[in-house]
């Protein structure tokens, strides 16, 4: 089955600078990935996904790049707040099982 | 957007009881439900998949007799922890996914704390 490693577990960034956040997956023959950012206590909220026929797709300061060949996928954060302190996740899926298969996590803390 | 509502959001029951947790779709037809089980400061593990009026499918070292999933209806799908014990204590959340034949963008409810004492 599909396994996803995330790295690094924790980051921490000074406001302003960019984080990256790196993930990997093992099946082929996925072609969805989305991200998520969880807050403490709180539910997963989606904030930018990325289908296998693109390579890069950017929404503001959130961008996500895919490497097929590679089987990597990554999120960059740029101008980072305070705000964007929060466990970001990813996940790997196929259209044949809609199944999401998630990272570890990454704790991100962005300094003020 | 897509809104799916999760009760309880916390509950504490005594071990050896049974505990049922709800997720409902509010306005969107939830074709297939997924329940995650996360533990503190870990990943969202995936449990099962259940689709509507099917039975569910349980990914290796479930306990389907131990945690019964239905999914009834379009809009409603439960989860029952049976026989509950200290180490069932978890963050329990479920994502809906809203359109049939997509794949993406998965709502989740906002998660059950259930602690067994």
């Known amino acids: 089955g599909e396994n996803v490693e995330q790295h690094p577990s924790t980051l921490s960034v000074q406001e302003g600078d960019s984080a990256v956040i790196k993930c990997t997956y093992s099946d082929s023959a996925s072609n969805y990935f989305p991200w998520y950012k969880q807050e403490l206590g709180k539910r997963p909220q989606l904030i930018i996904d990325i289908r296998s026929n693109v390579g890069e797709k950017k929404d503001q300061r959130i961008a996500v790049t895919l490497n097929k060949t590679a089987k990597h996928f990554s999120l960059h954060i740029t101008e980072t707040q305070p705000e964007d302190s929060a466990v970001y996740f990813c996940?790997?899926?196929?259209?044949?099982?809609?199944?999401?298969?998630f990272g570890t996590g990454t704790r991100l803390k962005v300094l003020a | 957007g897509a809104v799916v509502s999760q009760h309880p959001s916390r509950v504490i029951c005594k071990s050896g009881t049974s505990v049922k947790i709800e997720c409902r779709s509010l306005?969107?037809?939830?074709?297939?439900m997924f329940w995650y089980r996360q533990f503190p400061k870990q990943s969202l593990m995936l449990m099962a998949t259940?689709?509507?009026?099917?039975?569910?499918?349980?990914e290796q070292g479930v306990e389907k007799d131990k945690f019964l999933i239905n999914h009834a209806s379009l809009t409603l799908s439960t989860l029952t922890v049976t026989s509950a014990h200290p180490e069932d204590s978890s963050f329990y959340i479920c994502?809906?996914?809203?359109?049939?034949?997509?794949?993406?963008?998965?709502?989740f409810g906002s998660g059950t704390r259930l602690t067994v004492v």
């Open positions: 259940s689709n509507e009026g099917s039975k569910a499918t349980y």
């Open positions: 996940a790997a899926s196929t259209s044949g099982t809609y199944k999401y298969i």
């Open positions: 306005d969107f037809q939830a074709t297939t």
């Open positions: 994502s809906a996914r809203d359109r049939v034949g997509a794949y993406y963008g998965y709502t």
